[in-house]
Structure formats: structure tokens, C-alpha cells
């Protein structure tokens, strides 16, 4: 088992200038509309590896791979994560490999002349009047989720690892850092609230994920991969779902209690 030679570098990149809404509804930014920027040594110790998640509207789409690619950086996929959102939203996964400095040289050249780069995004204003500890029963879905929930802004989000396995890309071990994770973010209230997020996972648990989902009343939205030349290869399924919220903690928890499967159960 390769161990974490060092903690990564990120970056968080939120699209404070977008107001999003999804069936007409408000909702924060940290709900899920923030993009960030990775970058972390090789298990050797002789490179780095850049990796990154890019929340654009469909009309940047297009200006950032050509900025990408012209910098020297790669494409590793470009999704959507939600439906039903206004403004149209998708993400794009971008990944180099080089020294550290020439890849955050590269990266900053690369967004520089677009609206994710931070210095073109306005403040995040003044925080929330609540925050998620005030909006949720934190204890009671983190029992349900059996893992600790972060307090992010008017949100709180699950973020979860595969300590079950080990997945290499240009060399570095990929990790929760580094964008191998799932996640779920929680907005609303207790009473109603919205569920999102994201599932790792190896190829042979994907239809059991996506059917544990659907009995659960909690809409597919993608499956797709963030990462190219990873192995074991990872596939990644976004969610969305609405109603009380520990009825969507359980459907989350019933979901990742299939991953792991047939390889002893996956930590957390």
C-alpha cells in the first residue's frame, strides 16, 4: 500500500459572481458550485501532479480548453453535476504534471483571462445569518451517515475517501485531497432540504450504487470519469435529491454501503 508522501496544496476557487438557482429555488454557492485546484508531489518525489475542477457557464467552456491546452495543461473531462440549475453550469477536470512552481505558473497563466481566476471573482460577501450547525440537526445526520459532517457556509458537507484502495495517476496517489472522494452537501432545512453530490467508485459497483439510489427517490444526474490513465480506473456518479433531511442522509448512507463490496467493506 503506497502511503501519502505529503499534504497537497489546494486552492478553493468559488463562482461568487454566479446566483444559481435549481427549480427556481436559491441556493448557496458552497451548495456545490465552487471549483478548486490541486497540486501534490509524486510518490517518488521527483514531479508533481496538478488537478482541478472548473465551474463554468456553457459559454466559458470552450475559451478555457483552448487556455488549457495552449499552457501546456490537459483535459480530463467536462460534466455536469446538476439538473434542473439556472444558469446551465458544467465542470471541467484539468490535470498536468510537472514541478510544482511551473504547474501553478501554468494553472494561473491558464485562467487568468477567464472568471474562475480569483482575481476576477467579486468578495463573497458578508457570511450567512445561519450557518449549517443552525440549520440541521448535524448530530443526527452525521449518526446516519456514520461520518462527521464539515460546516461549510449556510451548508454542511460529508466528504469521504476509499482507504479500501489505492489509485495511482501520473504517479501520485490519488486521495481525498485530491479529488478521489465522495461527498454530499446538504441545503434547506431539516424539514426540506436538498441533497448533492458525488460517488467513487470502481466500475463493477456502479449499477449497484445507481439502483440503491433510485430506491431511495434520489435522481441520477451523471456518471462519467474525472480522471484519465488512474488505476484501478475510478467512475464518478453525481445525485441530486430533495425532502426531509435524514431521509436523504439514509439514501446516501444506503448508496455508499455499496462500495467496497466483494473486497472487504470500505473504510471510513
Given at each position: 500500500m503506497y502511503k501519502e508522501a505529503e499534504a497537497t496544496h489546494t486552492t478553493p476557487m468559488p463562482r461568487n459572481d454566479l446566483k444559481v438557482t435549481i427549480k427556481d429555488q436559491p441556493v448557496p454557492v458552497p451548495f456545490g458550485f465552487g471549483g478548486w485546484v490541486s497540486i501534490k508531489r509524486t510518490i517518488d518525489g521527483k514531479s508533481a501532479v496538478l488537478m482541478s475542477d472548473n465551474v463554468l457557464l456553457q459559454s466559458e467552456v470552450n475559451q478555457l480548453i483552448t487556455a488549457v491546452q495552449a499552457n501546456g495543461l490537459e483535459v480530463g473531462?467536462?460534466?455536469?453535476?446538476?439538473?434542473?440549475e439556472e444558469p446551465r453550469i458544467f465542470y471541467m477536470h484539468v490535470h498536468g504534471m510537472g514541478s510544482p512552481e511551473e504547474l501553478a505558473q501554468k494553472y494561473?497563466?491558464?485562467?487568468?483571462?477567464?472568471?474562475?481566476?480569483?482575481k476576477n471573482q467579486p468578495?463573497?460577501?458578508?457570511?450567512?445569518?445561519?450557518t449549517g450547525k443552525d440549520i440541521f440537526d448535524v448530530a443526527?445526520?452525521?449518526?446516519?451517515?456514520?461520518?462527521?459532517a464539515a460546516i461549510n457556509g449556510p451548508t454542511i458537507k460529508y466528504t469521504i475517501g476509499r482507504k479500501d484502495l489505492t489509485v495511482i495517476a501520473m504517479g501520485a496517489e490519488l486521495t481525498p485531497s485530491i479529488g478521489l472522494n465522495?461527498?454530499?452537501?446538504?441545503?434547506?432545512?431539516?424539514?426540506?432540504?436538498?441533497i448533492a453530490g458525488d460517488i467513487a467508485m470502481l466500475e463493477?459497483?456502479?449499477?449497484?450504487?445507481?439502483?440503491?439510489?433510485?430506491?431511495?427517490?434520489?435522481?441520477?444526474?451523471?456518471?462519467?470519469?474525472?480522471?484519465?490513465?488512474?488505476?484501478?480506473?475510478?467512475?464518478?456518479?453525481?445525485?441530486?435529491?430533495?425532502?426531509p433531511a435524514a431521509q436523504l442522509a439514509k439514501g446516501f448512507r444506503a448508496a455508499i454501503d455499496q462500495l467496497g463490496k466483494g473486497s472487504g467493506e470500505m473504510k471510513m
Open positions: 473531462a467536462i460534466h455536469n453535476h446538476f439538473f434542473y494561473a497563466k491558464a485562467i487568468s483571462e477567464t472568471k474562475i481566476s480569483p468578495p463573497a460577501g458578508p457570511p450567512p445569518a445561519k443526527q445526520l452525521n449518526g446516519i451517515v456514520q461520518y462527521e465522495t461527498w454530499a452537501s446538504f441545503t434547506g432545512s431539516m424539514e426540506n432540504a436538498y463493477h459497483e456502479v449499477n449497484a450504487v445507481i439502483k440503491t439510489l433510485r430506491a431511495n427517490n434520489l435522481e441520477v444526474v451523471a456518471v462519467h470519469n474525472h480522471m484519465l490513465g488512474d488505476k484501478p480506473h475510478m467512475i464518478f456518479l453525481h445525485y441530486l435529491g430533495t425532502g
